[in-house]
């Protein structure tokens, strides 16, 4: 059974890092690009991060560029998002999502599994 479970959330102020973590079990998603998203009330799940595998090549939300970095550790079937200089519109739940079965890499259709999520709030 495959499991992804996230941590790091929690609350914030603005300005400040938070660093979420996806450990992944049941299989290895070594060869497949992995991704972060995230759901604030009321709105669509979007697309925040995703690393490839291999290259390990990123893509990311032009809304968090420059702030957010994703990371990989496929030794430890983990994969990470660092979120710095946290806005309170960066505020929501946070979802992991491994093994992309197309090509649209920001769509959560694409995605097979995914984790539970973590809330985040940034407060101003």
């Known amino acids: 059974q495959v499991q992804l479970v996230e941590s790091g959330g929690g609350l914030v102020e603005a300005g400040g890092s938070l660093r979420l973590s996806c450990v992944a079990s049941g299989r290895t998603f070594s060869r497949n690009a992995l991704g972060w998203f995230r759901q604030a009330p009321g709105k669509e799940r979007e697309s925040v991060a995703v690393?490839?595998?291999?290259?390990?090549?990123?893509y990311y939300a032009d809304s968090v560029k420059g702030r957010f970095t994703i990371s990989r550790d496929n030794a430890k079937n983990t994969w990470y998002l660092q979120m710095n200089s946290l806005k309170p519109e960066d505020t929501g739940v946070y979802y992991c999502?491994?093994?992309?079965?197309?090509?649209?890499?920001?769509?959560?259709?694409?995605?097979?599994?995914w984790g539970q999520g973590t809330q985040v709030t940034v407060s101003s």
């Open positions: 999502a491994a093994d992309l079965l197309g090509g649209t890499y920001y769509d959560p259709r694409e995605y097979a599994y």
């Open positions: 690393i490839s595998w291999g290259r390990g090549i990123t």
